[in-house]
């Protein structure tokens, strides 16, 4: 399956670009650097292990037209006419190195989303036929989503031929599960907007994958509990699809 630059979730258009299995994302250094260190040869820890499971695979970086690129896995191979949902996790979506008129914009955007109700957002929806047309875009609507209609985004991923698919929920459940066990142990680093990556293909696979890495800091041997609120919350978001639509 190819992909094109406007297969693209969220607030990345114009840097990305799909090459087979590979995707080259141009990105902050500050996420490059998250990356060699997730990766890097001299870890052993389990925690580490497991969160490389849930990331894209890593491949390196290259230089593209004046900027560095990192070479990322590419997580729709192998879905066929993938439909896609990027979900931004944690109701502080800044760190202590940005400026004070950046902390105050976030804070301003945030109260007006479903950031600030439920701890997330959806900042790209690509919903796709069987024939791979694209039948919805939604690319950082934020007003348009409450906390009441959410779930109705959720629910176009889910379903075919009419019908929203009820063990496509339930691997996503938990998938997504799997990320907030993780958070649940970790206390080394804390993470700020990053995503829940949702992948569903008309071949009736699906993945949940964690993205976006560019704004890490230490935990300080604490939960990072705008993380966790954050991915429970999706959860019930998806418990209530399941509740709604399926019997």
């Known amino acids: 399956m190819e992909q ?18 590979k995707l080259l994302k141009r990105c902050k250094e500050s996420e490059i650097n998250f990356y060699r260190w997730l ?17 894209p695979r890593f491949y390196g970086t290259q230089e593209r037209e004046g900027g ?3 070479v990322l896995e590419n997580l729709l191979l192998g879905y066929e006419h993938a439909s896609f949902m990027d979900c931004k996790i944690g109701k502080i979506t800044w760190t202590p190195h940005h400026s ?30 069987e ?10 609507a934020f007003n348009e989503i409450n906390e009441e209609n959410i779930h109705q985004q959720f629910a176009k991923i889910v379903t075919r031929d009419g019908a929203v698919q009820r063990d496509l929920i339930d691997e996503l459940i938990g998938g997504t599960a799997r990320i907030l066990n993780w958070f649940r142990s970790n206390r080394s680093k804390h993470f700020r907007c990053t995503s829940a990556f ?10 949940v994958r964690y993205i976006d890495f560019a704004h890490i800091i230490d935990g300080n041997g604490e939960l990072d509990n705008n ?5 429970e919350n999706i959860i019930a978001t998806w418990q209530r699809v399941r509740r709604e639509h399926c019997s």
Do not use: W
């Open 4 to 21: 094109s630059s406007t297969d693209q979730a969220g607030g990345h258009a114009g840097v990305m670009i799909f090459e087979g299995d």
């Open 39 to 55: 990766y890097s040869p001299e870890h052993d820890d389990p925690m580490i292990m497991e969160l490389r499971q849930m990331a």
């Open 68 to 70: 560095t690129y990192v």
């Open 100 to 129: 004070e008129k950046t902390i105050r914009n976030q804070q301003i955007k945030n109260q007006s989303t479903t950031t600030g109700t439920l701890g997330y957002r959806i900042t790209g929806l690509i919903v796709k036929d």
């Open 131 to 140: 024939h791979g047309n694209k039948v919805e875009t939604l690319v950082k």
């Open 198 to 207: 949702y992948v569903v293909g008309k071949n009736g696979k699906c993945q």
């Open 227 to 231: 993380v966790i609120e954050g991915l």
